[in-house]
């Protein structure tokens, strides 16, 4: 019994200190605002103006206290067009990175899991290799692929001077010399697809390949067309893997805020910029906690969304093939 | 149809891949612009090592994973097995608070720390680097072990003190062996995950002390060093030829299983 307690001991207030400390101190600060300490003006025996602050104390200097107020205040700040727009745009990236995510890395479980590739894990090992490379550099040398007078630019750029017809089919549209394509939208997609790919591949990949031969081999015998096997039996029991790899890839997008910065090129501030910016520059680390707790909630409710779909499908797995 | 699936994986392989031979090509530019090619060379490797800037942010990266990863496989194997002894209902709830950080984005767990430190008054730097770093990777070790203790055989640790082994030597002797994959794969997933952070260091450094991930960032702005891209290609060089190597080496002896357990991912 004396041991277990050593053992139990440091873990315990290990995770004490750092988890529930930390993110007891984000919802304080979340829910407060500071305010400067009220106090009276007064005058000492000797005349001297003073001040006398609401805890009794008294100084000469002009107060510069603040105190921690319960306030909701922080709430309201967050339903301002400003920040909702941003809200519901970081939302919208995070769930187009996630689905662009889903419908390129499904195939390639699917294909790497078939008969195609003598080697699945070596293929599989290539994909996850990129993830060595530092993400901000690998970010990075999509723009110098993607600016204005990058490669993929002058590629364009020469096909154009090579070919007449290509040109005229560009000129006809209204494209300039120059192609824009960094600083929206669409490249801080392009930056979240790109780091987040693997995220989806790899458990997709470990579910497709745990399912039993057999009963792929049992729907064929009994007629069931390759699309109608992969309908019944490969799509439902791939669904846990699915559902992995999209919390592994929508947690890290919605809350990014270094990609948005690199490929956005600022234009395109997603709500981690946000939230980075009050621990930073703004330092108003009350209203970047409140968004922290707002980020918290969301990925929660996203997450009990899925488990709801993993539940209410689960039933139907079991023996339902046809 | 069996062509175009291969074409649609060669296709993804170059959409991966496409930034990485850039960047790899870039460090043997012969030009500070990455708009023009100026030539071959070799300046950019050999630059970097006289660079104190780049050197010193290489040194921190390492010594940061390699201190956090001892320590959080030690604070977390530990944990496991205290977790693992305890009764059911104090063991999910304490599980779930180990799983949190898990849970929880970067961001938040980085400006969670950085709360933390500043409220304690820790002067922000290199210590504090390494707490943040040890608390985020103790959860992922925890979790890697955990499944091992849970395969032992209860009654392995008994039987040895029946033998006369002291609990240290029980643990020691019997235990630690059998968990041994399960500590290492966690404690290689602890250096991965550490020497790949940037957003959690980025709120819990401070005074000078910058890591990788953190110069690069700063970089980033203002335009980065080739010789940063020649640092990185001779990382990705040394992880590509020991994974590639490591992999070639078990599909010789298992001819070629389809089995995911066997590769060497430490993932």
């Known amino acids: 019994m004396k041991r277990k307690g050593l053992m139990v001991l440091p873990f315990a207030l290990w995770a004490i200190i750092f988890i529930l400390v930390p993110l007891g101190l984000i919802a304080w600060y979340g829910i407060t605002v500071e305010e400067p300490v009220a106090y009276t003006e007064i005058t000492l025996e000797d005349g001297t103006p003073a001040f006398r602050l609401e805890d009794g104390t008294v100084q000469t200097q002009e107060p510069w206290q603040k105190k921690a107020v319960i306030s909701f205040q922080n709430f309201k700040r967050m339903v301002e067009p400003t920040y909702l727009r941003l809200l519901i745009r970081s939302l919208k990236i995070a769930l187009l990175t996630t689905l662009i995510c889903l419908i390129l890395g499904y195939p390639v479980a699917l294909i790497l899991t078939g008969k195609d590739f003598k080697h699945p894990t070596l293929w599989l090992m290539l994909i996850i290799l990129p993830m060595w490379m530092n993400f901000l550099l690998r970010t990075y040398s999509w723009m110098s692929i993607l600016e204005n007078s990058g490669i993929l630019n002058s590629w364009i750029t020469a096909l154009r001077n090579a070919v007449p017809a290509i040109d005229q089919w560009f000129t006809a549209r209204g494209v300039g010399n120059k192609i824009i394509f960094l600083y929206n939208e669409n490249a801080v997609i392009l930056g979240m697809v790109y780091n987040y790919l693997s995220f989806m591949i790899m458990p997709i990949y470990t579910v497709i390949e745990k399912i039993d031969k057999s009963l792929l081999e049992a729907a064929a015998d009994l007629g069931a067309s390759p699309s109608k096997s992969f309908i019944r039996v490969t799509l439902p029991y791939s669904l846990p893997g699915v559902l992995e790899g999209i919390t592994m890839v929508f947690v890290p997008a919605v809350t990014t805020f270094v990609i948005s910065q690199l490929m956005g090129g600022g234009k395109v501030p997603l709500i981690g910029d946000i939230i980075q910016n009050q621990f930073g520059k703004s330092s108003d680390w009350h209203f970047g906690s409140s968004l922290s707790l707002l980020v918290m909630v969301v990925v929660l409710a996203f997450m009990g969304g899925l488990q709801q779909i993993d539940k209410d499908e689960e039933p139907q797995k079991e023996v339902r093939i046809f | 149809m069996k062509k175009l699936r291969k074409v649609y994986i060669g296709l993804i392989m170059a959409f991966l891949y496409a930034p990485i031979v850039l960047l790899i090509l870039y460090s043997f530019n012969d030009s500070k612009s990455r708009a023009n090619w100026g030539g071959f060379t070799l300046r950019w490797y050999k630059e970097l090592f006289s660079d104190a800037q780049i050197i010193s ?87 890697s072990v955990m499944p091992k203790l849970r395969q032992l055989e209860p009654n392995l640790a008994e039987a040895a003190q029946d033998l006369g082994a002291t609990p240290r030597q029980g643990f020691f002797k019997v235990i630690l062996p059998d968990i041994m994959p399960g500590v290492f794969s966690g404690f290689l997933m602890a250096l991965t995950m550490s020497i790949d952070d940037f957003v959690v260091s980025f709120f819990t450094t401070g005074s000078g002390v910058s890591n990788l991930s953190i110069t690069i960032y700063t970089m980033a702005k203002r335009g980065i060093s080739p010789k940063i891209n020649a640092l990185s290609s001779l990382i990705f060089a040394a992880v590509f030829i020991l994974l590639v190597g490591l992999n070639l080496r078990d599909l010789k002896k298992t001819g070629g299983s389809k089995n995911i357990e066997k590769v060497k991912i430490p993932y």
């Open chain 2, 57 to 143: 942010a290489l040194g921190t990266t390492l010594s940061i994973g390699f201190l956090a990863a001892v320590i959080s496989t030690i604070l977390g194997t530990f944990g496991a097995i205290a977790l693992y002894q305890m009764k059911r209902g104090p063991r999910q709830v304490m599980l779930s608070v180990v799983n949190l950080p898990m849970l929880n984005s970067e961001v938040v767990t980085g400006v969670s720390l950085m709360l933390l430190f500043a409220i304690a008054q820790i002067q922000m730097g290199y210590v504090t680097l390494l707490l943040a770093h040890i608390s985020f990777c103790v959860p992922y070790v925890v979790l």
